[in-house]
């Protein structure tokens, strides 16, 4: 479920009960209960209950509410599953004619959740 985009779930919607679009992170996630995934990461503990409150999209039975720019009132909530670090990402910068060259690596903190409940 994490690779779909929104217009796939969009025709799946007589199975899908509740769906909503939350920002956290700078980045914008389509959800529904049960689904886990990596965002960036939370200062939250493993474990530990907690609710998203900027919830720009809702939808419910057939019925889509989009927010100006959150939807009033919504929210979406999940749990933290782990934190952990991502792929790591090798950059290597290089000038021609300099013997002048650097490697680097970074590896992204992220935090797995699993999404609970969508509140409307």
Known sequence: MTNRTFFAKLFLLNKIIMLAVIKTGGKQYIVQPGDKL????LEKKEGEQ???A?????????KIEVGAPIVAGAKVEAKVLSHGKGDKVVIFKYKAKKRESRKIG??????EIE???IKN
């Open 106 to 111: 970074h590896r992204q903190p992220y935090t």
């Open 115 to 117: 999404i609970t409940g």
């Open 54 to 62: 900027d919830v720009l999209l809702v939808e419910k039975s057939k």
């Open 38 to 41: 990596k965002v960036e990461k």
């Open 50 to 52: 907690f609710e998203f």
